[in-house]
């Protein structure tokens, strides 16, 4: 009996001295897989965004979106082209390499005739009435190297998909009050290094909101996501971005991405 309850503690002690996640790749090593994944060049697609409030009430806007890069550098933009009130709005963001350059961000909104910057200070604030902000749109499906220190805590799954959980605290509290976001956990899919679903916590550390990415797949060799899904946990409104005629071998001419061609619109 002895012998059985000393083997028996044994055991219990060796698997809990084991090193958590010890097989795990580090937070950092899935933060670069994740943004050296394939985008392509340059992409064009509709973008169907669909806000939906607490009671109930939909709102629909059709966009026309770009994203191109020029070397390192990733510049995006996006045009509205419906409802009427709003057509003709558009954002551009230019994305840097360098973590010690503040990346550009601009708006333009019919109604004011003027092209206004974007300032790091607002890059957490919501994007045109969206559960995104506008970090988040320009990021999309990348991760920020400087903005974050992060870890991995573990497996899941997500959708019949394994996923390794990557969770990411801002650096310090100054980021944190831009960003938002007092933490954010992001369910990474190892085989093709995209994330399928991330969590926000506000900068008091209460549940914020949660993402899905949904319907992921290739689109001419390149790995894509045709529905985000966000839903708001304090405010209880929901966003659906639904993409389609994702085209990544047509090209896009550099002009577009420039603030006069805001002003000009398609």
Known sequence: MRTQ???LIFIVTFFCTLPVN??????DEIARHINARDEGEAVSRILVMEMTDSRGKQRIRKTKGYRKYFGDEKRTVIFYLAPKNIKGTAFLTYDYPQTDKDDDQWLYLPAMRKVRRISASDRGDYFLGTDFTYEDIKLETRVSMADYQRKTIGESKVDGFHCLILESKPVNSDIAAELGYSKVE?????????VRQSKMWDIQGNPLKTINFKDIRQIQGIWTQHIIEASNHKTGHHTRFVFSDVQYNQGVNDQVFTKNALKRGL
Do not use: T
Not at 22 to 27: R, V, W, Y
Not at 189 to 194: E, G
């Open 5 to 7: 309850l000393s083997f």
């Open 22 to 27: 010890a097989q795990l790749l580090p937070g």
């Open 186 to 194: 992001q369910c990474v899919d190892d085989n093709i290094w995209m």
